[in-house]
């Protein structure tokens, strides 16, 4: 990486981290075009997603407060459209259908806007339930849309109890083995996955694609006997925080 490109990822990441869209905007555009061998979502892993790694925790700590986590997931998420508008078009590629939102008493979305977008980018039908959703509506359009996964990513570390509710009403419901259930979000930690048996967790935006890919790809039904862990830590070579 040349050190303009690596002045502009950091220019970009404080763009963002003090809730500028208009320069996010510039500085998006400007890396874009000096990226020649890598990857455009690299500046999402690189500059953006790190930015909101702060943002969340100096929201979760109390050092901020809503409208600058708001004014920093606009930054964000005006950065990622100049992004995704550069990876190649995979509409009629149909990779499978994923429910997603944030659970019951979480009202942000910045980080679950990201992944879906993502997600679509990448060939996934998405089925955004939006925020605050109870762990019913979740299995409820799980089954109405025929999904393969449901998404669940929280913002809060009270509303973690409503990831394992998701979990016992499908078991209740004699229907966990129709849906992987993977989790994300600052509070969730892949300990936190486990216990709660989910099949999978990323802890960045972009983990999210690689978790969904290889959770359709690994041809054992859910529940995983252990989940699926993207980031956090090395990757597990085969299937036993999104």
């Known amino acids: 990486m040349d050190e303009q490109l690596s002045n502009l990822i950091k220019e970009l990441e404080q763009a963002i981290l003090e809730g500028v869209e208009a320069e996010a905007i510039k500085l998006t555009k400007n890396a874009v075009e000096r990226i020649t061998e890598q990857d455009p979502v690299d500046l999402i892993s690189c500059a953006i997603q790190p930015a909101l790694n702060q943002i969340g925790d100096k929201f979760q700590s109390g050092d901020i407060y809503l409208p600058e986590l708001m004014l920093s997931g606009y930054a964000a ?43 679509m980018a990448y060939g996934y039908k998405l089925v955004d339930l939006g925020v605050d959703v109870s762990p019913n509506e979740f299995v409820r359009a799980a089954q109405k849309e025929k999904a393969e996964i449901i998404a669940t990513s929280t913002l809060l570390s009270t ?84």
């Open 77 to 119: 998420q005006a950065a990622i459209e100049i992004i995704l508008s550069l990876i190649p078009s995979l509409e009629g590629v149909q990779k499978g259908t994923i429910v997603i939102g944030t659970p019951s008493g979480d009202m942000h979305d910045i980080g679950k806007n990201i992944v879906g977008a993502l997600l």
């Open 159 to 242: 509303c973690l109890p409503y990831q394992r509710e998701i979990i016992n009403l499908l078991k209740d419901m004699n229907c966990r083995e129709d849906f992987y259930v993977i989790c994300g979000g600052g509070p969730v930690t892949p300990e936190w996955v486990s216990e709660i048996k989910a099949d999978g967790y990323g802890r960045e935006a972009n983990d999210a694609v690689s978790l969904c890919n290889a959770l359709l790809s690994c041809q054992i039904a859910p529940p995983l006997a252990s989940p699926q862990i993207f980031g956090a830590l090395k990757k597990k070579s085969s299937v036993s925080r999104f």
